[in-house]
């Protein structure tokens, strides 16, 4: 009791500012590698941790040699294991995201896009015409741009629908959309390497989580087989959506302040 009343005497203001900021940045970090393969690969660290703990507590000294001959590899494999993650935390703490509550861009411009993305992937929907568009956010995707076609045309759903029609030289890859404007078509993307989803997800959906496991983007995918409406964002897909629930789940993202989590809706990583 002695000890917690000292504890508690010297407790001041700027200790309850430490504990504040060690706990948003927590936060954040959660935020950012939750529902990706950052989980796992974090809970396989906290089991060698913990039977590293063991091990020495138990005076198990080939067992301790061995497991922390693996933790000193870890560290330096880290970086590249949590690649992705890395490079979304450094990204957002470059241009000040990673202090931001919000990602959401208040804007009619916007709201007139998703209305017509909407529309068009819902039309696409109905023809079984496969479709992959990426909706740009503060992370930018100049990289991306690069590999397709520049374009830099006001969006329209009649354009959407004419750049995915079968056989032309554009429809085999991602149109990128920054704001109002459709910037480039016909684009490669990075897919993604979880290993847990759906066989049957093609590569279309593999690259529109792939590129949400890159940058902040939201990507909205049709696909070909079932002309089912799916939407990724932060390494998950959201799917089985209309075009209701597509324009209501796309403003929540983008314009609307987000009253709802995306876990509360249908989000699938190994498919359903």
């Not at 948003?24 to 990706?36: A, C, D, E, P, Q």
């Not at 703990?53 to 330096?76: C, D, E, R």
């Not at 909407?118 to 995707?141: D, F, W």
Request: with cysteine; net charge positive; charged share 20%.
């Amino acid at each position: 009791m002695g000890a917690w009343l000292t504890v508690l005497r010297n407790f001041s203001l700027l200790n309850v500012l430490d504990i504040a900021i060690v706990t948003f940045v927590l936060y954040r970090l959660l935020l950012i590698v939750r529902g990706t393969r950052a989980v796992q690969l974090l809970k396989g660290i906290l089991v060698i941790l913990i039977a590293t703990a063991l091990s020495s507590a138990l005076h198990l000294q080939a067992l301790s040699w061995l497991l922390n001959k693996i933790i000193t590899v870890g560290f330096f494999a880290i970086p590249v294991v949590f690649q992705p993650e890395l490079r979304r935390t450094l990204d957002q703490l470059g241009r000040g995201g990673f202090f931001s509550l919000s990602n959401h861009q208040a804007s009619e411009g916007m709201a007139r896009a998703i209305d017509e993305i909407a529309l068009a992937a819902s039309q696409l929907s109905k023809t079984r015409t496969g479709a992959l568009i990426v909706l740009e956010r503060k992370t930018g995707l100049g990289e991306y741009v690069e590999t397709g076609t520049w374009m830099n045309a006001q969006i329209s759903h009649a354009l959407l629908l004419n750049l995915f029609v079968p056989n032309t030289p554009l429809h085999d890859g991602a149109v990128i959309v920054r704001g109002e404007q459709i910037i480039a078509a016909g684009c490669f993307l990075p897919l993604t390497e979880n290993r847990e989803l759906d066989k049957q997800l093609g590569t279309r959906h593999r690259a529109a989580i792939g590129i949400t496991e890159q940058s902040d983007a939201v990507s909205v995918v049709v696909s070909e087989e079932t002309g089912g409406i799916s939407v990724g964002v932060d390494g998950n897909l959201v799917r089985f959506l209309n075009e209701n629930t597509l324009r209501q789940l796309l403003r929540d993202l983008l314009i609307v302040r987000q009253k709802r989590k995306i876990p509360s809706l249908l989000r699938v990583r190994k498919g359903s």
